[in-house]
Nanobody
Framework: QVQLIESGGGLVQAGGSLTLPCVASGRTFSTYIMGWFRQAPGKEREFVAANSKSGGSTYYADSVKGRFTISRDNAENTVYLQMISLKAEDTAVYYC????????????????WGQGTKVTVSS
């Protein structure tokens, strides 16, 4: 069992930046692909970014490439989502998730989810 706790959300102006940390419980953090998803009001939850188990590979949705960076610290059981140049369309609840498989972009491939942290970008 893995518990994930996100933080760092809030209200930010367009063009601003935020970093979302997600802390995982347990001793097996490095055996999971870690991903970030987001869900805007009235929309389905969508893939944002993922980081391989070692942290050596990263994957991004086209909508965030060049603006968001995912990273992880396996010693601290933490994955981060650094967001810059935020846009109004980035407004959503952001979820951290852990995946024991290999399909990083599929929501259903993730085994554990955090409770989410809300990001609001004002234009």
């Amino acid at each position: 069992q893995v518990q994930l706790i996100e933080s760092g959300g809030g209200l930010v102006q367009a063009g601003g930046s935020l970093t979302l940390p997600c802390v995982a419980s347990g001793r097996t953090f490095s055996t999971y692909i870690m991903g970030w998803f987001r869900q805007a009001p009235g929309k389905e939850r969508e893939f944002v970014a993922a980081n391989s188990k070692s942290g050596g590979s990263t994957y991004y949705a086209d909508s965030v490439k060049g603006r968001f960076t995912i990273s992880r610290d396996n010693a601290e059981n933490t994955v981060y989502l650094q967001m810059i140049s935020l846009k109004a369309e980035d407004t959503a609840v952001y979820y951290c998730a852990a995946n024991s498989g290999n399909l990083y972009h599929l929501r259903n491939a993730y085994d554990y989810w955090g409770q989410g942290t809300k990001v609001t970008v004002s234009s």
